[in-house]
């Protein structure tokens, strides 16, 4: 009784097994793996494939798969011996042979035996819907086509002023972003054929030997082409193998992969002037969007030619003008306003300005033609007063030619009424340089001393005033000496007036041979010439220039056959030290030139004093600035500016120079302009200063959470001294939260200081405790380069000098891989100072540099700036656009050439066009001077180099030395006229800039 009730519970599950087999709404099929024949189907199967259970379990998978994917099945049994599951993708045949989209889930199941459970699903409506939505995306993208195709269209109507390359471009554009096989516009000739004017697209071929006519009496004129002309309308051609008219040419259109054509006439001022034809590799492809598209495309053709026909007019309406203006003996500039741009010039005005067409001119900024900003206001302002009350003049006034020669012109200008709406200036140029050369030559005749040829007093007086302002804008001393001849009036009355003016004659010659370029030399009358000595950085250039009046001074003279030997005696007074006016600074050499004068002792430099207002035996070092400064220091006026460095490894900040500004009379002096009057007293007082105050804000931004390292500049003076390193212990003490190692101390080689005395002591022992020792400005004493291996140092920091002249000198990077190339041979780390553009970045980045520093990442900031600036900095990439990182990759490989010849080993030649100098020469072709000749020497290089790679397998020894002489040659020969044409460039462009403003 118990076993028949199990049996019935058994078949009761059956039978619902059976019910939702049967009832599923996807066809469920048994297959054996092995004949993929049906063992079992569900209704559903059934119904979806017309066939009775009965008939499919005779059946295979086979016979219901379309023949299409026969394959499928073998595939299938692959993946399911694999993983024991397959999904797919299939096309089912039902009995009455129609097909449709199935998705297959199969899985491997083992019972009493192996088995195959595939369920199927109709996904007919699903493909459906993803035609659908494929259709919609093509529509879209055709739009999106079409609206560039437009838009590209309108710009290049708007550019063109050639006929041929308008139709040229815009069959061209149509072909592209219509996706056409052939666009192409025809005109008929004087016989009614019709002639290729323009055309575009891969089936070009078509067009080769076609006829077409107007005419509607013959078979070539009843196609598209000759409809359109005829009806003045479009005619769309939606199937080509359809329809009759294209007879003649359909089987051509076959060959060329055309289905569907549209033929649109194209009216040029009015009138019927061609027809613009296309044809498309798809029929029926015209629908209404594209229709909508070719229309206004032709009818865009239509108003481009239209601007032509105006332009056209336009010009042959001005060359009438045209030549009235150039017959003009004046030259004649129209001016259009606002954008201040030269609109037309005459013949005359281009031979004025040196200028071989109008191009050169017109369409140029009338900014161009001045040699300054200054006069180009001047000009301006008169414009201005034209524009508002007709007209206005001026005189006098620079223009510069072509060549950089500077002519001179009256201008008179007037208003010019237009219809446009734009305002314009006519201008009359009157060349009047021949005038301004006389004037010149009279005011520098008042302007000289008539014995000497040296600026006179008045002369003096005007360039006083301009040599202040250089120094305070420059921040570089500025020394005015009075010189005085000793005993010359006893020589004038012993030889004669005459021989004494030979004498003065002689003298201004040695003085001014004595002196450099950018300084000035005045005769005051009698014996007393005043000297203004610019540009000095300390007083030790000023012992120089010093150094060599006395010793121009010193030698003999020779009057009416005797040796005469003549001393002088000079006042100093060194500007902004003594901070006075033209007049002031003047007086004041002179009394310091008395004071000389009176000295007991003429040896050595005592023909020289310096100012003082109690005058008497001063040093260089002004007392005066050293008592202002050491009360600066005490008050607060004296401030500390911090410059970042920045780790090359994490592109972060790590760490900040500590830069010294005293705030003195309103302005904000660096240390060149007073450190080197500082005694070793107030340098020693500095160094405490900078040291404790810097300490004691790099406490406070570790306590904000930044680990930055400090970097504090030491005088020779304060290493020099016997306590230096116990001084330094000792203010370190006070703030227990820094490592030492957090601290560098920035030294300058001078000498031998750091070689000799107790120096090297301080250093070592500093460096012993975990001080870190940097070697400042290294390169500008390179000379001394050979002794920087004994000193003890952990860092070097190269001049930034050698930096910022790189990007108009490239050639000179071979001096910065050389102090680089030190520096990694040494051990020690490597920043580089002067880093002031995003080509330096660029460059430094690729030669592996330790730290950077300069302009390019910050100006030295005050210390409320620094915390924000750490955190959010991050150092780019830099340009890599540039000569130096080209030629820095260029010199790795030549310099692996050279080793290759020395040391005969293999290396890995970089080809010609591979090489990045051979990029950027090509890039900047159109800015660089000679590029030929660059391209050409560069390539003698590269096949040098090729060269010592093929002689080093079998060559001897002297032929790889001869060859690496000339890779040397040729390689400096390349890289002095690349840092020519670079400058050249350089200049070029700062020729098309706005000039700076001058204030003097």
């Not at 079992?40 to 009965?54: K, P």
């Not at 790590?654 to 904000?668: I, P």
């Not at 000339?966 to 350089?986: I, P, T």
Request: aromatic share 6%; glycine share 8%.
């Amino acid at each position: 009784m118990h076993s028949i009730t199990k049996y019935q519970q058994a078949e009761a599950k059956l039978k619902l097994l059976r019910a939702l087999f049967d009832n599923s709404s996807d066809a469920i099929e048994v297959l054996d793996p092995v004949t993929l024949r049906f063992l079992d189907i569900n209704a559903t199967g059934c119904r979806a494939l017309g066939y009775t259970r009965e008939e499919l379990l005779s059946m295979s998978i086979y016979d219901i798969i379309d023949t299409a994917y026969s394959a499928a099945p073998q595939k299938v049994l692959a993946q399911l011996r694999e993983s024991g599951h397959a999904l797919f993708e299939t096309i089912h045949r039902r009995k009455d042979g129609s097909t449709f989209p199935v998705e297959v889930n199969t899985v491997s199941v083992e019972l009493d035996r192996p088995y195959l459970l595939a369920i199927t699903r109709d996904i007919t409506k699903r493909k459906a819907l993803e035609s659908a939505q494929q259709d919609v995306a093509r529509h879209l993208q055709r739009i999106t086509d079409f609206s560039v195709l437009l838009s590209s269209a309108n710009e290049a109507i708007a550019q063109m002023e050639n006929e041929a390359d308008l139709l040229r471009t815009l069959c061209e554009l149509a072909a592209q972003h219509a996706h056409l096989r052939l666009a192409w516009i025809g005109q008929p000739d004087d016989k009614g054929r019709f002639q290729t004017l323009a055309a575009a697209g891969a089936a070009l071929g078509y067009l080769s030997g076609i006829h077409i006519s107007t005419s509607a009496e013959l078979p070539e004129g009843r196609g598209p082409v000759g409809q359109s002309w005829r009806d003045q309308k479009p005619v769309y051609i939606f199937s080509i193998s359809q329809n009759s008219h294209m007879l003649p040419w359909a089987q051509r259109a076959e060959a060329f992969g055309m289905k569907a054509g549209a033929a649109l006439p194209i009216f040029r001022g009015g009138k019927r002037w061609a027809v613009l034809v296309v044809y498309h590799g798809e029929e029926n492809i015209f629908d209404a969007d594209l229709q909508k598209i070719l229309t206004d495309l032709a009818q865009d053709v239509g108003y481009g030619l239209d601007r032509l026909d105006i332009l056209r007019k336009e010009r042959e309406a001005n060359a009438f003008n045209e030549a009235l203006l150039n017959t003009q003996s004046s030259g004649i500039g129209v001016v259009r306003f606002p954008e201040m741009i030269l609109e037309r010039v005459n013949a005359r005005m281009l031979k004025m300005l040196g200028a071989s067409s109008p191009g050169d001119l017109v369409g140029q900024q009338a900014l161009a033609i001045y040699p300054d900003a200054a006069t180009y206001a001047r000009v301006s302002a008169v414009e201005q007063t034209a524009l508002s009350e007709g007209n206005g003049t001026l005189r006098d006034v620079p223009h510069r030619r072509r060549d950089g020669e500077i002519v001179w012109m009256d201008i008179s200008i007037q208003r010019l009424d237009g219809t446009d709406g734009a305002q314009r200036t006519l201008g009359t140029y009157v060349d009047v340089t021949e005038r301004h050369r006389l004037m010149d030559e009279l005011a520098r005749q008042s302007l000289s001393d008539t014995l000497t040829g040296l600026p006179n007093r008045r002369a003096l007086d005007a360039e006083m005033g301009k040599a202040i302002a250089r120094s305070d804008r420059q921040e570089r001393l500025l020394a005015v000496g009075f010189l005085d001849l000793d005993a010359f009036k006893p020589i004038n009355d012993t030889y004669g007036h005459d021989a004494g003016d030979e004498l003065l004659k002689e003298m201004a010659r040695r003085l001014q041979d004595a002196m450099r370029r950018m300084d000035t030399i005045a005769r005051l009358g009698g014996d007393e010439f005043v000297l203004l000595l610019e540009g000095l950085r300390s007083m030790d250039a000023l012992d120089q220039v010093l150094a060599r009046l006395q010793a121009a001074i010193a030698q003999p003279l020779h009057i009416k056959g005797e040796i005469v030997r003549i001393q002088a005696s000079m006042g100093l007074t060194i500007y902004p030290f003594d901070d006075g006016d033209a007049d002031l600074l003047l007086r004041h050499a002179d009394q310091a030139m008395y004071a000389a004068k009176t000295r007991p002792g003429r040896e050595g430099g005592s023909w020289v004093q310096v100012y003082h207002p109690d005058i008497g035996n001063v040093s260089m070092g002004d007392e005066i600035l050293r008592r202002d400064f050491l009360r600066a220091l005490a008050s607060g006026a004296v401030t500390l500016r911090y410059q970042p460095l920045v780790a090359m490894a994490t592109g972060r900040v790590a760490g900040l120079e500590v830069l010294t500004r005293w705030n003195r009379e309103d302005q904000e002096l660096s240390p060149e302009r007073f450190l080197p009057s500082l005694g070793v007293l107030e340098r020693q007082a500095l160094g405490r200063f900078v040291l404790q105050t810097g300490l004691r804000q790099l406490t406070q931004w570790r306590e904000m959470g930044l680990d930055l390292f400090l970097s504090v500049n030491v005088t020779p003076e304060e290493l020099d001294s016997p306590g230096f390193a116990d001084s330094i212990f000792g203010i370190l003490a006070a703030y227990p939260g820094i490592p030492l190692e957090s601290l560098v101390l920035e030294v300058l080689e001078i000498g031998e200081i750091l070689e000799q005395g107790v120096a090297p002591e301080h250093l070592q022992r500093l460096r012993g405790a975990g001080v870190k020792i940097a070697l400042d400005d290294v390169g500008s004493a390179y000379a001394s380069l050979l002794r920087l291996k004994n000193l003890p140092i952990d860092e070097i920091k190269i001049d930034q000098g050698f930096i910022r002249e790189l990007s108009n000198k490239p050639q000179d990077l071979i001096f910065v891989e050389s102090l680089v190339s030190l520096g990694l041979a040494m051990g020690v780390l490597i920043t580089v100072e002067g880093v002031e553009t995003e080509a330096h970045i660029a460059l430094l980045r690729e030669m592996k540099i330790d730290y950077l520093q300069g302009y390019a990442i910050a100006r030295p900031l005050e210390a409320e700036a620094v915390a924000d600036f750490v955190r959010t900095f991050v150092l780019g990439a830099g340009d890599a656009d540039t000569p130096m990182l080209a030629l820095y990759q260029h010199l790795g490989w030549v310099r692996a050439a050279a080793e290759s010849a020395m040391n005969h080993e293999g290396y890995e030649h970089t080809e010609l066009a591979d090489c990045p100098i051979t990029t950027w020469l090509h890039t900047h072709a159109a800015e660089l001077s000679e590029v030929e000749a660059l391209l050409a020497e560069h390539e003698t290089v590269h096949a040098l180099g090729r060269k010592i790679l093929q002689v080093r397998q079998s060559g001897t020894r002297e032929e790889l030395h001869h060859l690496l002489i000339q890779l040397h040659g040729h390689s400096h020969r390349f890289k002095e006229s690349l840092g020519q044409a670079v400058q050249g460039m350089r200049a070029d462009a700062a020729a098309t800039a706005l000039p700076p403003s001058s204030n003097e």
